[in-house]
Structures are given as C-alpha cells and as structure tokens.
C-alpha cells in the first residue's frame, strides 16, 4: 500500500535557477510582475490518441509516482480515464486526465513537464477541459489536491476555482503514513474545488 501511494519524484521547476526539483526541497517565492514574458511556440491541445496515451502515463507516473490516484473517495486508475495532452514541439509537455461525474467535469490529474512549467502548458489544458465541459452540457468542473500543494492551489485559484470542501486526514486514510509534500509540508487531507460554469 505504501509503495501504491509513495513519496512524489522531482515534478517542479525552479523559477529562478531551472533545475527540477523535489517536493519536499520546493520552497514559495513572492515576486512581482518583474518577471519577464518569454515567447514560446504555440500549444496546440487534443483528446490523448493512443500514440499518446504512454506520454500521458509517464508525464502523470512523474508527478504522482503512480498512476493510481485517490480523489472525492475513490481510487482510480488514470491509465483506464480519458485525456487531454498539450503539445508544443512533437511530444506532450502536459496531460490532463479527466471523468464525467453527475454534472461535473472531475480534473483527475494535471501534469507539465518540469521543463515546460510556466509556459501556459496547465492553463491550455485547464481552459479545453472547461471548453468541454460546456459541449457536454455540464454546469461545473471539479478538482481535489493535496493540503501541501500550493502551486496547484494557487494555479487552481487563479483560474477562477473556490474551495467547496476539505476531507481531513483522508490522504493518510490511504497513505497508512505521513509523507512530507511540497517544502517538506506534511501530506494529511484533501482539498476540493470547483468552478461553477456561468
Ligand atoms: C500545477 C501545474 C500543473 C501548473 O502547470 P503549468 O503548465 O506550469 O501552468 P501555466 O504555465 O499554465 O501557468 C503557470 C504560470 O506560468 C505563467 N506563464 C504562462 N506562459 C508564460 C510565458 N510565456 N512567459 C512567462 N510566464 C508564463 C502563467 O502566467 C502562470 O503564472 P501566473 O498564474 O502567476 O500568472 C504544474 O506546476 C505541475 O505539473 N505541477 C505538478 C503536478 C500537480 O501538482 N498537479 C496539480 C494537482 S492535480
């Protein structure tokens, strides 16, 4: 069980050196809008071909050491959703796992390429899965992190997601252990958001 639901491999980057980093040595920065634009080739995102799908795997078994993943009290299996992938030269740099739950388009799982953080890779998967949510008549979109993952929160937040519930201790539920997360934070509960389609 320990082993299905283990420590997190080095996932992010480093904004101001580049070097990939673990978790548990991430660290929070302010800064302000010093921060310059860079110019990058388009995203173009589309639904995973099975050309795909071991990009996907491998970008998702990176982030989360796993490809099996608990959210909203499931276990579920990512090799087994559908998904979007964001390319930007030939391979994915991003791929975005999703279901349909009741009215909800669920974000199982987001993950860049470490390499491709902060180029708008997250954002292009975020707003197609939106987009797509509308298509299917759907009224919100649905996402679970962990307490320690500030980045995603702030992403999440950014983007217009509102917390809607906190499941306490559910990761260690699972986990049968207390991982140390993003800068060293303890990994206990699940945070829920969502955002509500206008
Ligand atoms: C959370 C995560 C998915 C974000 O993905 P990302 O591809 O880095 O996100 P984006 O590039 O779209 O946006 C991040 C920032 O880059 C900035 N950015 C985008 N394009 C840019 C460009 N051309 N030049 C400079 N900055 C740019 C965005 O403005 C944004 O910053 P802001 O919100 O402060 O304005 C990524 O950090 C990740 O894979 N984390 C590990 C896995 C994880 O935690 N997943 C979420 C839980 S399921």
């Given at each position: 069980?320990?082993?299905?639901?283990?420590?997190?491999?080095?996932?992010?980057?480093?904004?101001?050196?580049?070097?990939?980093?673990?978790?548990?040595?991430?660290?929070?920065?302010?800064?302000?809008?010093?921060?310059?634009?860079?110019?990058?080739?388009?995203?173009?995102?589309?639904?995973?071909?099975?050309?795909?799908?071991?990009?996907?795997?491998?970008?998702?078994?990176?982030?989360?050491?796993?490809?099996?993943?608990?959210?909203?009290?499931?276990?579920?299996?990512?090799?087994?959703?559908?998904?979007?992938?964001?390319?930007?030269?030939?391979e994915p740099?991003?791929?975005?796992?999703?279901?349909?739950?009741?009215?909800?388009?669920?974000?199982?799982?987001?993950?860049?390429?470490?390499?491709?953080?902060?180029?708008?890779?997250?954002?292009?998967?975020?707003?197609e899965a939106?987009?797509?949510?509308?298509?299917?008549?759907?009224?919100?979109?649905?996402?679970?992190?962990?307490?320690?993952?500030?980045?995603?929160?702030?992403?999440?937040?950014?983007?217009?997601?509102?917390?809607?519930?906190?499941?306490?201790?559910?990761?260690i539920t699972?986990?049968?252990?207390?991982?140390?997360?993003?800068?060293?934070?303890?990994?206990?509960?699940?945070?829920?958001?969502?955002?509500?389609?206008?």
């Amino acid at each position: 069980m320990s082993h299905d639901f283990g420590a997190k491999p080095a996932v992010l980057r480093c904004a101001r050196c580049g070097r990939f980093v673990d978790w548990d040595e991430a660290r929070v920065q302010v800064i302000c809008s010093c921060r310059p634009h860079i110019d990058l080739p388009p995203v173009l995102v589309r639904e995973a071909t099975d050309a795909d799908r071991a990009a996907a795997r491998e970008l998702f078994h990176r982030d989360f050491g796993r490809t099996k993943v608990v959210a909203f009290g499931e276990i579920m299996d990512l090799d087994q959703m559908p998904a979007l992938v964001a390319v930007m030269h030939a391979e994915p740099s991003g791929a975005l796992a999703y279901r349909l739950l009741g009215d909800a388009l669920h974000i199982v799982a987001l993950a860049t390429d470490p390499m491709w953080q902060r180029s708008g890779v997250g954002a292009y998967l975020v707003a197609e899965a939106e987009l797509l949510a509308r298509r299917l008549g759907l009224s919100r979109l649905i996402i679970s992190t962990t307490n320690d993952n500030l980045p995603a929160l702030y992403f999440y937040q950014r983007r217009g997601y509102r917390f809607s519930a906190l499941a306490t201790d559910s990761v260690i539920t699972h986990t049968h252990q207390e991982l140390a997360g993003f800068a060293g934070i303890p990994v206990r509960d699940e945070i829920r958001l969502e955002k509500r389609l206008g």
